[in-house]
C-alpha cells in the first residue's frame, strides 16, 4: 500500500453546516495549534506538521465552543482549552495506529507507517505533555485537573481494550466501560469545561458533561460498525483492524450471545469482515448496535432540553443525531 503525506493545510473550518456560530473562535484554535506546535529542531518538524495537519471533523473543539455558546459567551480561555483537547485527541490518534497497526489515517500515511514505531511512540507522548503544558496557561488549577483526570481515563479505557483482546467472554458493561474511558470521557470533559468557563450553573455543566458522555459512546458504536462494514476508500483509514486485533466490539458481543457455538468458534479465529457480514446482519447484530447507538443520541438531545434555546443548542442536537449517522 503506497501512502503519503499530508498537504499543507489552511486554516480551513471544518463542517461549515454545523459551526457557523463558532467559525471564528475555530480559526483561532487552529492558530493556537499551528503556533504551539512550532518547533525548532528541523528533524522533528516533518513528523509534527504531519500530525498537526490531520484534517478531521475537529469534534472535541467543536462540542467544546458549541456547548461555551450556547451556555453564554466564549472566552480566550475556551480557545486555548479548544486546542489542548484536539491535541489529547491526536496523541491517542497516533498511539491508536501504533496498536492496530494501521497503515492509513485521514487518507495519509499514519506516523508508524511513515516513521516507524519508536517515532510515533515518542510523538504521542509529546503531545500529551505539550497538552498538559498548554493547558495550565489557562491559569486555572480546575482545567489542569480535568484534563489529566480525563486523559488518566482515556488511558485506562485503551490498556483494559488492550487487555480484553481475543477474550471472548467480555461483557456487555465491560465493553461499555472500555468505550467510556476510551472516547466518551473526553468528550465529556470537552462540554465540561465549556459550560464551566461560559459560567454556567453546577446543573447545566453536569448536564452538558451527560451530553457530552452519551454523545462519545453513541460516535464509537457507530465508529465500530463502520469498522466491520464501512469502506475504507469512503471512510479514509484502515477498517478491519478491530478484527485482526481481537478486539471485541458491541456487534460482535451480540453475535456472541445470539450465535451460539458457531459463532463463538468463527469469532475465536480470525474471520474476516466479509465471513462475518451475512452473521451480522441474520442475527441482527448491527441493528442491535445501531439501536444503542440511537437510544444514546436520543439521551443525549435530551439533556441539552435545559439550555435556552439557540442556533448552537440546535447544533447540537444536530451533532447527537448526525454521531449515529455517518459514513466516516
Known amino acids: 500500500m503506497s501512502v503519503t503525506t499530508l498537504p499543507q493545510p489552511s486554516l480551513r473550518v471544518p463542517m461549515p453546516d454545523l459551526t457557523s456560530p463558532i467559525a471564528a473562535d475555530l480559526v483561532e484554535v487552529e492558530r493556537i495549534l499551528t503556533r504551539s506546535l512550532e518547533n525548532r529542531h528541523s528533524r522533528l518538524v516533518p513528523v509534527i506538521d504531519h500530525v498537526r495537519h490531520f484534517r478531521g471533523k475537529r469534534l472535541r473543539p467543536v462540542l467544546l465552543l458549541l456547548t461555551a455558546r450556547a451556555c453564554g459567551r466564549v472566552s480566550p480561555a475556551h480557545h486555548i482549552l479548544g486546542a489542548v483537547v484536539e491535541m489529547i485527541h491526536t496523541a491517542t490518534l497516533v498511539h491508536d495506529d501504533i496498536l492496530d497497526g494501521a497503515k492509513v489515517r485521514r487518507r495519509a500515511g499514519t506516523v508508524n507507517a511513515l516513521w516507524g514505531v519508536q517515532p510515533a511512540v515518542l510523538l504521542g507522548d509529546y503531545l500529551f505533555t505539550h497538552a498538559f503544558h498548554l493547558s495550565a496557561t489557562v491559569g486555572d488549577a480546575r482545567a489542569c485537573e480535568l484534563i489529566g483526570a480525563a486523559t488518566n481515563r482515556v488511558c485506562e479505557g485503551e490498556l483494559s481494550q488492550v487487555l480484553h483482546r481475543g477474550n471472548l467472554d467480555l461483557t456487555e458493561d465491560e465493553y461499555f466501560d472500555i468505550i467510556d474511558g476510551k472516547t466518551a470521557e473526553l468528550t465529556a470533559c470537552c462540554c465540561r469545561l465549556g459550560a464551566m468557563y461560559s459560567g454556567a450553573s453546577s446543573e447545566v455543566i453536569e448536564g452538558m458533561a451527560r451530553y457530552?458522555?452519551?454523545?462519545?459512546?453513541?460516535?464509537?458504536?457507530?465508529?465500530?460498525?463502520?469498522?466491520?462494514?464501512?469502506?475504507?476508500?469512503?471512510?479514509?483509514?484502515?477498517?478491519?483492524?478491530?478484527?485482526?486485533?481481537?478486539?471485541?466490539?458491541?456487534?460482535?458481543?451480540?453475535?456472541?450471545?445470539?450465535?451460539?457455538?458457531?459463532?463463538?468458534?468463527?469469532?475465536?479465529?480470525?474471520?474476516?469482515?466479509?465471513?462475518?457480514?451475512?452473521?451480522?446482519?441474520?442475527?441482527?447484530?448491527?441493528?442491535?448496535?445501531?439501536?444503542?447507538?440511537?437510544?444514546?443520541?436520543?439521551?443525549?438531545?435530551?439533556e441539552l432540553q435545559a439550555l435556552s434555546p439557540s442556533q448552537a443548542r440546535m447544533i447540537l442536537e444536530m451533532m447527537a443525531e448526525r454521531s449515529v449517522q455517518r459514513d466516516a
Request: proline share 3%; with cysteine.
Open 212 to 302: 457530552g458522555r452519551y454523545l462519545g459512546q453513541a460516535f464509537q458504536i457507530a465508529d465500530d460498525l463502520l469498522d466491520l462494514i464501512g469502506e475504507e476508500r469512503t471512510v479514509g483509514k484502515s477498517l478491519g483492524t478491530d478484527l485482526e486485533q481481537g478486539k471485541l466490539t458491541l456487534p460482535l458481543l451480540h453475535l456472541l450471545s445470539v450465535g451460539g457455538e458457531r459463532a463463538r468458534h468463527v469469532l475465536s479465529g480470525q474471520p474476516t469482515r466479509e465471513v462475518l457480514r451475512p452473521m451480522l446482519n441474520e442475527s441482527g447484530s448491527l441493528e442491535y448496535a445501531r439501536c444503542v447507538a440511537l437510544d444514546l443520541s436520543a439521551r443525549a438531545r435530551r
